[in-house]
């Protein structure tokens, strides 16, 4: 091989090596960071950073529980997208033109002391102990977000609380909004962390209180979606009819009493004075579609049937 063909490749290898290093470096920064800013473990499964297009994408965030709660992932952002002022940076200021969060799954716990998972957070202490001395936050790199695309998937609410079994809701939010003028890391995060619980209907003044103190002021320009209003959820599983119809008739019996009707596929109780039915479709020999539909005074409940089909899930994991 001649020299010239040798550097050429010792050259190329060279800055793959460091493309790749400088990422893995910077996403191992950040994931300390974020650990010990939030109080809770993180982990990122993919960091990118263009410098030249100046850009940053993020796959796979995962917050997790705070001490003193069952293990779990407490908020899961599916994707982070974002496009930065490179010159902003040299002046000591983080300048994002746009920004685009993807929250797939966020899991609120209400641990048995009637504590929420949310509210343990330890940035959100330090917020809450700074307002009450009518102190202002530690001073910070100057942060300016143009424009935040805000996407926001599900939520799991267990409530340990009232018991050794968890009272379960899901809510399928499934809405987009689009925000003008961030200027704090604290209001971001606050507001990642309130949007989805606002959109859900759950009520927690320690939450909100939190997020007025960061100063979370921005109000959504656009929504693309809302929510439907059904009363039932469905999901297809790779399960056989048997396991599927074991797994339904477990957990609405751990509720209360049931009536059911095998060959029909039907299961129906009630859950939290709410009535439920419960459907199973064989589709293949191991494949099925459940749907569980959630009524209370003729009203849909679609957070109960949400949390009924979430069990049913995680009995046939």
Do not use: C, W
Request: net charge positive; proline share 3%.
């Amino acid at each position: 091989m001649k020299k010239p063909l040798k550097l050429s490749l010792i050259v190329v290898v060279s800055i793959l090596a460091a493309a790749i290093l400088k990422d893995f470096v910077i996403k191992s920064v950040i994931t300390v960071a974020a650990t010990q800013v939030t109080g809770a473990p993180v982990h990122i499964d993919g960091f990118s950073l263009g410098v030249f297009n100046q850009t940053v994408r993020i796959s796979g965030f995962k917050m997790y529980n705070p001490k003193g709660f069952p293990r779990g992932t407490l908020v899961y952002l599916s994707r982070i997208n974002v496009t930065y002022d490179l010159g902003a940076l040299f002046r000591k200021r983080l300048h994002l033109s746009n920004a685009e969060i993807e929250l797939k799954e966020m899991g609120l716990i209400k641990n048995a002391e009637g504590k929420l998972n949310v509210n343990e957070l330890k940035v959100m202490k330090q917020v809450e102990k700074k307002e009450a001395r009518g102190r202002k936050p530690s001073k910070q790199m100057p942060m300016q977000i143009d424009t935040l695309k805000l996407g926001i998937g599900k939520i799991i609410s267990k409530d340990y609380s009232s018991g050794k079994e968890p009272v379960v809701y899901v809510y399928d939010v499934n809405i987009h909004k689009t925000y003008r003028n961030i200027t704090s890391a604290q209001a971001l995060a606050a507001l990642i962390l309130v949007e989805p619980m606002k959109a859900a209907g759950i009520q927690t003044a320690e939450i909100y209180g939190v997020a007025m103190a960061a100063g979370v002021a921005v109000l959504p320009v656009g929504i693309a979606a809302t929510f439907a209003g059904k009363d039932n959820a469905q999901q297809e599983f790779a399960a056989s009819f048997d396991n599927a119809y074991k797994a339904g008739l477990a957990v609405l019996k751990r509720k209360g009493k049931v009536t059911e009707d095998r060959q029909a596929g039907l299961i129906t109780g009630e859950v939290d004075g709410a009535t439920v039915r419960i459907q199973i479709k064989k589709k293949a020999v191991d494949k099925v579609v459940i749907m569980v539909s959630a009524r209370k005074f003729m009203l849909p409940k679609p957070k109960i049937a949400g949390g009924v089909l979430y069990e049913i899930a995680e009995k046939l994991k």
